[in-house]
């Protein structure tokens, strides 16, 4: 099969595998580029695969940098643009599940390509547009399948991490992970216990902001991938209840994926759940608020005090994940509420602690913080206009 109007990305990169065919080596381009051609996906990074080794690639061009060398990646720096280069390998033993003991170059393209994680993956394309495609990938796009390449539980031994790559691809593209598959993972689902969690982290997260998330959330399910992630084992039955959702409102963010998740989860102890997934301390802030906000949200409606405490990014936060859980939300009329707050931040008080020691004459002390405090109230209930000369004749009024 030759590919008959090539991509732009791949045009502008045919350049560089001229080169490297006209120094004696094969090039083609390979991976989920290629694959994304018969998705009618847009084209991100345009990955090459060549016979040269790394040090011969290097003599070659004239601006390279040495990304991962080790693995035979070498990024080829051309007219404004940049190309991963990556020399053909073969991978030995995996101790880890994760990484390979060695790394071996080669010369072959079937070598290469036979160690990759799916069919779908597994293909290459020539500057000609013409695509090799030896382990039957196309059927298995056209199929809409997931299929490991060669021996399934080969590949997961080999990279653990692959099973919730699997499983992220199919939130993420709507295929069914072909029965082999599912079942290899299904057996080997243990092994995500030796994989960092920071790296399945970044799968599960993008699985659950998939437009399909539920193909992909309900084999994580079937197959007990769960039960190796942080926090959610014997969480089955709660994580059921995220498939009743409407899959149809996508879940945008990060931030929203994770409070959704706490909220569905009923999880007591958010500080811990998200420090054991190693999230950022800026999303335990946001998810921590988040939580309290839309419980009290079920209740009442938000207070001045409530939307000045959280700020815009949690109000808009929960919003959006009271949307997904099929709650009346007023997003927009909540948000002219929070642009009618006499104040946003204690920063927009016209008063600080300095201008009021030199005000009152007074030395520092619990004091001033909560001199502070009661006039930040106050502005914000609207008791007490934000002004100078108002602010500082009501501490002078307050210290006494």
Known sequence: MTIEKMPLEFKQAIPIIKKIEQAGFEAYFVGGSVRDIFLNHPIHDVDIATSAFPEEVKQIFKKTVDVGIEHGTVLVLFEHEQYEVTTF??????????????????????????RRDFTMNALAMDLDGKII????????????????????????????????????????????????????????????????????????????????????LLTFIETGCYQYCPGLKNKQKELMNLLLLDESLVIKSEEIAWLLLCYVLDIENTNQFLRDWKCSNKILQNINQGMKQLKKRKLEEWSNDDLYRSGEEVVILVEEVRTILGEESTLEQVMVSYEKLPIKSMKELEVNGKELLTYLDAQPGPWLGEILGTLEEK??????????????????????
């Open 89 to 114: 390998r073969t991978e030995s033993t995996y101790q880890d599940y994760r990484r390979p003991d060695e790394v071996t170059f080669v010369r072959s393209l079937e070598e290469d390509l036979k």
């Open 379 to 400: 502005v914000l209930n609207g008791e007490l206009p934000n002004n100078k000369e108002k602010l500082l004749e009501r501490a002078k009024i307050l210290r006494k």
């Open 133 to 216: 495609d030896l382990f039957n990938g196309i059927e298995a796009i056209n199929k809409k399948e997931i299929v490991a390449v060669g021996n399934p539980s080969e590949r997961f031994n080999e990279d653990a991490l692959r099973m919730m790559r699997g499983l992220r691809f199919s939130s993420q593209l709507n295929f069914t992970i072909e029965e082999n598959t599912k079942e290899a993972i299904r057996e080997h689902h243990a092994l995500l216990d030796k994989i960092s969690v920071e790296r399945i982290n970044i799968e599960w997260i993008k699985l659950l902001l998939g437009n399909y998330r539920n193909k992909g």
